[in-house]
């Protein structure tokens, strides 16, 4: 008898912990699906990729041709937020329009489009299944490569 008390305590126990966490996983899923694809920003790159703005480096290069912040932050007091945002394929709508944080997966350097940065878009977006902007940065990436393929020989 007293195991039985022991084993339904314990399952008491684990259901109110469950309830407990459930609810929080919803509602951060539900901010997390906030993130939406940045269309004006993947229009903007296909025009930047096809006026041969685009850098064919290779896959983790982001790490360093990534901008600073301080480029980021000069960029936007040059040029403003609505310019910056071209730059993110993604936008998050939990964050006011004219914050940094509002813009996600960037893929270019303010004057080309980066491979790298196009590859880290992608991975990202598909390790936290933004199909949507996975496969925005995928088609940028086969232009990308496409334009790698179409180079002279002897580049």
Not at 6 to 11: D, L
Not at 33 to 50: C, E, F, G, V
Not at 76 to 100: M, P, Q
């Amino acid at each position: 008898m007293r195991n039985r008390r022991i084993v339904a305590a314990s399952v008491t126990i684990g259901l109110a912990l469950l309830c407990a966490v459930l609810p929080v996983a919803g509602k951060d899923s539900e901010n997390f699906r906030s993130i939406k694809l940045n269309t004006d920003a993947l229009t903007y790159a296909k025009k930047l990729i096809s006026e041969g703005h685009v850098v064919v480096d290779r896959k983790g290069a982001w790490a360093k041709d990534r901008p600073s912040t301080e480029l980021e932050n000069e960029f936007i007091r040059v040029h403003g937020f609505s310019e910056y945002a071209k730059w993110h394929l993604g936008i998050d709508d939990r964050y006011a329009e004219n914050t940094k944080g509002r813009y996600k997966f960037p893929y270019g350097d303010f004057k080309n489009v980066h491979r790298c940065g196009v590859l880290a878009a992608q991975t990202r977006a598909g390790e936290y299944r933004y199909s949507e902007i996975e496969n925005a940065a995928a088609q940028l990436r086969a232009l990308v490569e496409g334009t790698r393929n179409a180079a002279p020989s002897g580049e």
